[in-house]
């Protein structure tokens, strides 16, 4: 299985710019997307392949990366941003990431 | 629009068998494929398998031979079964659409909460 390690959490100020990271045990092309998720909700999509933007999300959000190493940044960082973000690959059968949950200062 | 819903028992006893429903409306069973995947509390998430558009199946192999997934078409309905249930199987149980090999899931289901008890 390939493995996706995330930083358990961050804290950060409102009106920051924060960079998640998820970093895979082997090369997963492009093949990388980013959930959020809120307590008590189902994950919403984010990002697909790597650096697309989902339909309907905020433009403050990007990601980029290729191959093990992948980054979300949300830039500037809003109070309502408060959510567990997770990466998952399909470039094997799908795995996803540890978390990382995100906090505000 | 689209929409997923489980639906399934809150509690299931120890070696017991798990059987939820995923239902499905704003698309096609027969053009898009849907995955189980599962969280227990304050966890991350696991994928289970995967109901292909064509009607196969894939299964994760952690699950081995505990797990069947089915579906229905003419009810947009698919199906998931585990028998031989243990604590660590208490989750949230959620369906997500996902459109081809290698794409994200793009709509989820709100989840299921399953306990399992002895």
């Known amino acids: 299985d390939t493995v996706l390690t995330q930083s358990p959490a961050l804290a950060v100020s409102p009106g920051e710019r924060v960079s998640i990271s998820c970093r895979a045990s082997?090369?997963?092309?492009?093949?990388m997307h980013w959930y959020q998720q809120k307590p008590g909700q189902q994950p919403k999509l984010l990002i697909y392949k790597a650096s697309n933007l989902a339909s309907g999300v905020p433009a403050r959000f990007s990601g980029s990366g290729s191959g093990t190493d992948f980054t979300l940044t949300i830039d500037p960082v809003e109070a309502d941003d408060t959510a567990t973000y997770f990466c998952q690959q399909s470039w094997n059968d799908p795995t996803f990431g540890g978390g990382t949950k995100l906090e505000l200062k | 629009q689209v929409q997923l819903k489980e639906t399934g028992p809150d509690l299931v006893q120890l070696t017991q068998t798990l059987s939820i429903t995923c239902t499905v409306s704003?698309?096609?069973?027969?053009?898009?494929?849907v995955h189980w995947v599962r969280q227990p509390p304050g966890k991350g998430l696991e994928w289970m398998g995967a109901m292909w558009n064509g009607g196969g199946t894939d299964y994760n192999s952690a699950f081995k031979s505990r797990l069947s997934i089915s579906r229905d078409t003419s009810k947009s309905q698919v199906f998931l079964k585990m028998n031989s249930l243990q604590t660590d199987d208490t989750a949230k149980y959620f369906c997500?659409?996902?459109?081809?090999?290698?794409?994200?899931?793009?709509?989820w289901g709100q989840g299921v909460m399953v306990t399992v008890s002895s």
């Open positions: 997500a659409r996902h459109v081809t090999i290698a794409a994200p899931f793009d709509y």
């Open positions: 704003g698309f096609s069973l027969t053009t898009y494929n």
């Open positions: 082997e090369g997963v092309n492009s093949y």
